[in-house]
């Protein structure tokens, strides 16, 4: 784990120095919790904005894509249940001044018995050898099962606890697991209080006639205020879906671990509308059609696992997250949630106005329910940088740093290089660049020996590199390097297009969906 932490610290000193993200009004000393994406961070975010927005609305015929407004009537959050219900349960930690989340507490514990579980699993595999079946070990070990039992018994008070609004048995919980402040070693607790995370602000200019509004905590409510817009003027027929990427804004009571948790971030959400009673079965198709656009990316497997919910958000009938392996272990990247007629319903009653759906194959009107998928854009950054940060020990023992980010993400998909900055060869580079630049981000570097300037690419994740040396102008060749094998070819001019887009075009990654 220490090692996993030392990595962590360096993928975000590395995100610093190679222009990916930097902490927001640094020169001030920085705001906490927020973030600003440097060059090759816009670029990476921007790729995997599209990346979604193409799986998402390009390739399903019945979704389409809104840019709703950050500010919304504020009754909006009544009826949503953000002003009443949009809080977390929070606690201090007398000695050390800590605040908590009481509910992250409790989850930590639960994840250091499971962590013992796989501990046990490892062992028991190294012990049986080829002969290991880890599902009957899982299901027969007595240790094991008791651990579980454990841990399940531990959530599902806690949920249960915070469901009925029981604050004291949540502080008990916590002192009956005899957690302690990971700072100051104490169980000296403050007792839980709820915290509402949204910010407000005010619209107007003079103060009597101003608004009280809330900047949005999740970019769904935009999506289900025009439902019946969208629904009409694309006259869409149910099942349908609303896809939207935007901004959202929270006061996060503990906002650590960089850009995992902010308090500005941006979210990639998509409501799809069905008939009720299908909830079911629409739940279980988009939770496996999200975990097969991740797959598609190529991140392996066994970084990836679902974690149904015990404790139920305020709208949802059934949640489950995505989780992946980040540094400091596995933890949520997406929500999928079955929402009911929750939101739709409300907003009908709030605001008068009907917001149904005249169903003509079931002749009658009634309001959808919702299945939704909700991805935070800045945690899938962290994603997919964290899982492509290495440093690789050469066949000579030097080391270098490569981030090997998708190619179909990288910020730079080629760079080219002049062998040596004379005798013409830089022209037929800024030539070859000329041409590249309409259908791919590429860049061009002369500087220092070319070793150094594949080391440079390595370290943003370009996946390749063009060399024009003193042979390109007798035939019209290069040498491409591969960014993950390093291993070199030499290739005409007039294959760059071809192989570049054999490495990044997003129509083949996205295909991999099909057999992910
Ligand atoms: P958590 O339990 O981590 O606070 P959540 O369950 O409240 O998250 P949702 O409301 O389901 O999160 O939001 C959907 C997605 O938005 C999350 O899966 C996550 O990727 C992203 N997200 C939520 N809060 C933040 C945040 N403060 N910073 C960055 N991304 C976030």
């Not at 329910?369 to 023992?397: C, K, P, Q």
């Not at 003193?470 to 007039?494: F, G, P, W």
Request: net charge negative; charged share 30%.
């Amino acid at each position: 784990m220490a090692n996993q932490e030392e990595v962590f610290k360096k993928v975000i000193s590395h995100a610093k120095e190679y222009g990916f993200v930097v902490q927001s009004s640094e020169i001030y000393d920085g705001l906490s919790a927020v973030y600003d994406y440097a060059q090759n961070g816009a670029e990476l975010k921007k790729n995997i904005r599209e990346y979604w927005w193409k799986a998402m609305v390009q390739l399903n015929q019945n979704i389409v894509g809104i840019d709703a407004a950050i500010f919304m009537h504020p009754t909006t959050w009544k009826a949503s249940g953000h002003v009443d219900a949009f809080n977390d349960p929070l606690i201090d930690n007398k000695d050390s001044k800590k605040r908590y989340r009481a509910d992250v507490l409790i989850e930590d514990h639960v994840a250091k018995i499971e962590a013992k579980i796989e501990k046990e699993v490892k062992k028991a595999a190294k012990r049986f050898g080829e002969a290991f079946d880890k599902e009957q070990f899982l299901g027969t070990n007595q240790r094991v099962l008791e651990y579980q039992e454990k841990a399940e018994a531990i959530l599902k008070r806690m949920g249960k606890s915070l469901e009925n609004e029981d604050l004291e048995d949540v502080k008990n919980l916590i002192e009956e697991l005899g957690i302690v402040c990971p700072l100051s070693g104490s169980r000296n607790w403050t007792d839980v209080k709820q915290f509402n995370l949204m910010f407000g602000t005010k619209l107007g200019a003079t103060a009597d006639s101003a608004m009280d509004l809330y900047l949005r905590p999740e970019t769904a409510q935009g999506i289900f205020v025009n439902f019946l817009n969208v629904q009409k003027s694309g006259r869409m027929k149910i099942p349908f879906g609303i896809a939207q990427v935007g901004k959202a804004f929270r006061n996060e009571i503990v906002a650590r671990q960089f850009i995992f948790r902010m308090r500005e971030f941006e979210q990639m959400e998509m409501q799809f509308f069905i008939a009720p009673g299908t909830q079911q079965e629409w739940y279980k198709k988009w939770k496996e059609n999200r975990m097969k656009w991740h797959l598609s990316l190529g991140m392996g497997e066994e970084n990836y696992r679902f974690h149904d919910h015990e404790k139920l958000a305020h709208y949802a009938d059934a949640a489950a997250d995505i989780e992946f392996r980040f540094p400091f272990g596995f933890k949520e990247l997406e929500g999928i949630h079955s929402r009911t007629d929750f939101d739709l319903a409300n907003h009908e009653k709030y605001s008068g106005k009907k917001l149904q759906y005249f169903d003509p194959e079931q002749n009658k009107s009634y309001v959808p329910y919702v299945v939704e998928t909700s991805i935070g854009l800045d945690r899938m950054f962290l994603a997919v940088l964290s899982h492509a940060y290495e440093e690789e020990t050469l066949e000579n023992n030097s080391t270098r740093v490569v981030l090997r980010i998708p190619a179909v993400l990288a910020p730079v998909k080629a760079a080219v290089l002049p062998l040596v900055k004379k005798d013409g060869l830089p022209e037929i580079a800024k030539k070859i660049v000329e041409d590249l630049r309409w259908e791919f981000n590429i860049s061009y570097d002369e500087k220092d020996a070319v070793g150094r300037r594949y080391r440079r690419q390595d370290a943003v994740g370009t996946p390749l590199c063009i060399t024009v040396d003193h042979d390109t102008l007798q035939d019209n060749t290069v040498t491409v390097r591969y960014r993950d094998s390093m291993e070199q070819k030499r290739v005409a001019i007039a294959e760059l297009t071809s192989i570049i887009k054999s490495e990044v075009d997003m129509k083949h990654w996205l295909h991999k969906m099909d057999t992910a």
